[in-house]
Every structure is written in C-alpha cells, then in structure tokens.
C-alpha cells in the first residue's frame, strides 16, 4: 500500500521508533494466556478464528481428486452452543486486555461471522464496520449447487459504544488511494506462490493463512508505529511478519507447535521498513497553525510582492501587516481569493502564488517549508 503526501501540505514531524518491535509467540490456549497480560494494554486484536466449517466429509473437485480443504481438530466443534461458547470466552479475554481507545478485528467466513458479530455486540463491543475481502482467485464451487464463495467478512469494532480516540488513519488511506475515501470491499487476491509456507513435503503448512496484503491494510488503517498488536489465533504467524515490517509490537498465541515454530523463522526472517517510509501522516489539520504574516516575517514574501492565482487571471498586492490588496478591498489571503473568484469562500494558501525568478510558488509550499523549520527546531 502505497502512501502518498498529497492533500496534506504539512511536512511530517520527526518521529522516534523502536530500534527493533518485539514480537513474541506464545504456545498455548489463548484465553488462559491473555488472561497473563495486563487489563487495557493492547492498542490492536486481530482474530481469524476456527470457522466452523461443519465438514462431514471429504471434498473432491470433478475429476474426483481430493480438495485441501479445512478438516484439522481445531476447527471442529459437538455443536452451535460450543462454538457460541468458545466464542464468548476468547472474547471476553480480549476485550479485557484492549485499552479504551483500542479496535479489534474479526474475520470469518458465512459459516461463523454472523454468529461472532451478534456475540460481539451482546459482549458491550460497538461495530464500527463490516469490511468485504473481495478474492480475486477464489476456489470454485466444485458442485455447481452454490455460488461461488468469493469473500470473507472482516468486523472492525471499539471496545465499547463510548470508545474515542481510536485509531483510524483516514487521511493515509484516502491519498494512498487516488484521494478518494477509502471503502469498505476490499480486492485482494488469496495467499500463494511464494507467501505461502509449506512444509518439506511440498503441503501448505496452513490450510487458511491470510495475504499480507490484507494485514498491511489492517495495521495501516487502524495502528500506528511502536502500538501492542495481539492475534489470538496466532497461526503461521501473517499477523505478525506484517506487524514487524510496519515496526509495530506483536505478541500472538497458538496452540499447535508446528504452526508457532513456522511462524517464529518467518517472522524472525522480517526486516522492519526504514523509518522514514512509517512516519505519521500529518493532516492539515493536525499541523502547527501558520499564519500568513509569519511568511512576511521571515522574508520570504516581501511587502509589496505580487500574489496571482495559477492562471495570473487575479494579482493581489501583499501589505507589510500581512493582509492582501485587490483593486480598493483589502482582508486575508482567504477573503481577497474568494473576492477575486467570486464565491463565498476559498483557501488562500491553494489558490494564491508568489512570483519568483524561478516562475510561480504557490504559497502552501512556504508555509509547508515552515511547519518542517518548527518541527526540526
């Protein structure tokens, strides 16, 4: 996923990482050792828990050749209320050990997702959304009874219905995509080729392991760097590898060996992203306010400079108390641009530009070069 700087003029701030995330694999049942950790400690769960296929036999494609599909123990259950049960207890464990201001994240298939979704809210959690995972190379439905099953759902929710400040890096998302607000169907093809763990007999190691991609999006929506990351259902470990790469803390549990210690060289094989490629998306918003006349301050508009929108349609005279001219009214940099276009209201620091020896500079670039000065100083 790829972050661009556009929409935000603001230089980002100098941020301090880790030296190296901690990750951490924890062999064991879940619930018991979540129980370990500190209430109100971990800033993201994410969960891919057993579905609950309820398999009653082997699948075999048209050419009778058997399907890899999911039959391990861990995803069988006597019953609907043992599920239920399981469910609420993994949960509830979780929900202990988020801070107030943390999300948690679910996937499922149609089998479990319902089930998960309608327990979440019993348990106090607030749904904030559904995310749609969109396979671009799903498995057929070798029947031909069904349609074929082409997504899986993803709930994202709060603690609680109170819950503020949670993380949502909106901005980051919108310009990474073409600055349209990010939605909620995702596209993003199954794991295989190279991602995928296998074993020295050439088998999956996993029968569900999940693209890092889909966890890159994850982590990059709703984390930031150096946050505590927690995935009950550790597996072979996708939620983690993502968690280094992007310097964030990871601790995972699983109960099965042979996953934990695949997950452990995959992930100990990870090289956390440089720095620079991590550092907060800094909105407009967020930044230091800078006011016109600080520019004219530190020289770097003059008094009696000339200001011209992109098409030198409108010229404005810049005044020494940094207040602007066009024709007999004189006001901000925002009310003499929305006089000149004759609207209500305009952002001067995208509309007007100064002219330099080098062509035109739009002002923004000024203002942007001083909120680096303050956040260097």
């Not at 891919?48 to 296929?53: F, S």
């Not at 239920?84 to 207890?89: E, I, K, P, Q």
């Not at 763990?197 to 890159?216: F, R, S």
Request: hydrophobic letters at 40%.
């Amino acid at each position: 996923m790829v972050v661009s700087r556009r929409g935000a003029s603001a230089k980002a701030p100098r941020t301090q990482f880790e030296v190296e995330p901690v990750s951490e694999i924890i062999v064991g049942d879940c619930v018991a050792e979540m129980e370990k950790l500190h209430a109100k400690s971990v800033d993201l769960v994410f969960a891919d828990p057993p579905y609950n296929l309820q398999l009653k036999g082997a699948l075999k494609r048209p050419d009778e050749s058997q399907v890899d599909a999911v039959d391990d123990d861990w995803d069988k259950f006597d019953s609907f209320a043992a599920y239920d049960n399981f469910t609420r207890a993994w949960l509830l464990a979780a929900r202990r050990i988020m801070k107030p201001s943390a999300t948690i994240w679910v996937i499922g298939s149609y089998h479990n997702i319902f089930r998960v979704g309608a327990i979440m809210q019993d348990l106090g959690f607030w749904l904030l959304n559904d995310i749609v995972w969109r396979k671009t190379n799903p498995m057929p439905n070798f029947r031909g009874r069904r349609f074929t099953n082409a997504h899986e759902t993803m709930i994202w929710a709060a603690r609680d219905e109170n819950a503020k400040g949670y993380t949502f890096n909106y901005e980051a998302l919108k310009a990474s995509n073409e600055d349209v607000q990010a939605r909620s169907d995702w596209l993003i093809p199954l794991c295989t080729g190279d991602e995928r763990l296998k074993g020295q007999d050439g088998k999956k190691v996993h029968p569900t392991q999940k693209p890092e991609g889909l966890l890159a999006r994850v982590l990059l929506s709703s984390s930031k760097p150096g946050d505590l990351v927690v995935d009950p259902f550790n597996g072979t470990g996708t939620t983690g590898a993502v968690a280094k790469r992007l310097r964030r803390n990871y601790i995972g549990f699983e109960r099965e060996r042979t996953y934990a210690e695949a997950a452990r060289a995959r992930i100990d094989a990870i090289e956390p992203l440089p720095e620079d490629t991590l550092k907060p998306f800094l909105t407009a918003r967020e930044a230091p306010r800078v006011a016109f006349s600080e520019l004219i301050e530190r020289g770097m508009i003059s008094p009696g400079a000339r200001l011209v929108d992109s098409k030198k349609r409108h010229g404005a005279l810049v005044r020494a108390d940094g207040a602007i001219m066009l024709g007999d009214k004189v006001g901000s940099i925002h009310r003499i641009g929305a006089v000149a276009q004759g609207s209500g209201a305009c952002n001067g620091w995208t509309f007007w530009h100064v002219e330099t020896s080098q062509g035109l500079r739009l002002i923004d670039e000024l203002r942007a070069e001083v909120r680096s000065a303050m956040a260097a100083g």
